[in-house]
Antibody, heavy 121, light 106 residues
């Protein structure tokens, strides 16, 4: 059974760096083709994909946010960490991590419950 | 970025209705298209991947079709639990989602 859970601060101040951790179970991030992605959703808005890291440490970022994002993994701890610099109130959102299964097409078949991050002074 | 445009943005339907939601890509994405639905306060759930492949455990009343730039999600007979917001997502390039289609009870 695959599960994922996001953790991190619920409140950050503008200009601060956000660090979120995704802790997962039920799969290994050393399995070929597998990845973990981050997706966010501002209140009342659509989903926005942020970043994806693959089993081989290859990573992908949203072009519009690439300069602010870093995604890393710790396979031994079953964790993926996303950092986002220079936070702004517009970054207030629920942040989800999700499992990317093997296969040519990237889709997200298991999701965490999400964590709401508010950016405010 | 490849832009994904869904239509309609919202629709009202009744239990038992057949419903179709459309997703159009700003350029060809071959068959790299997935569909999700999301209920308020919950994480999205994968329904369809690679345009027409039903995700394991998803009821067969959901189906997907299309290739290139135009895709459809069809629900053959709406059930009460299907009222939610639906999103398409392309993965031909770095993933992008559509703006969502809210499916409401008439």
């Amino acid at each position: 059974q695959i599960t994922l859970k996001e953790s991190g601060p619920t409140l950050v101040k503008p200009t601060q760096t956000l660090t979120l951790t995704c802790t997962f179970s039920g799969f290994s991030l050393s399995t070929s083709g597998v990845g973990v992605g981050w997706i966010r959703q501002s209140p009342g808005k659509a989903l926005e994909w942020l970043a994806l890291i693959y089993w081989d440490d290859d990573n992908r970022y949203s072009p519009s946010l690439k300069s602010r994002l870093t995604i890393t993994k710790d396979t031994s701890k079953n964790q993926v960490v996303l950092t986002m610099t220079n936070m702004d109130p517009v970054d207030t959102a629920t942040y989800y991590c999700a499992h990317r299964p093997r296969g040519v097409a990237t889709r997200f078949d298991y999701w965490g419950q999400g964590t709401l991050v508010t950016v405010s002074s | 970025d490849i832009q994904m445009t869904q239509s309609p943005s919202s629709l009202s339907a009744s239990v038992g209705d057949r419903v179709t939601i459309t997703c159009r890509a700003s350029q060809s994405i071959s068959g790299f298209l997935s569909w999700y639905h999301q209920k308020p306060g919950k994480a999205p759930k994968l329904l369809i991947y690679a345009a027409s492949n039903l995700q394991s455990g998803v009821p067969s009343r959901f189906s997907g079709s299309g290739s290139g730039t135009d895709f459809t999600l069809t629900i053959s007979s709406l059930q009460p639990e299907d009222f939610a917001t639906y999103y398409c997502q392309q993965s031909y390039t770095t993933p992008t989602f559509g703006q969502g289609t809210r499916l409401e009870i008439k």
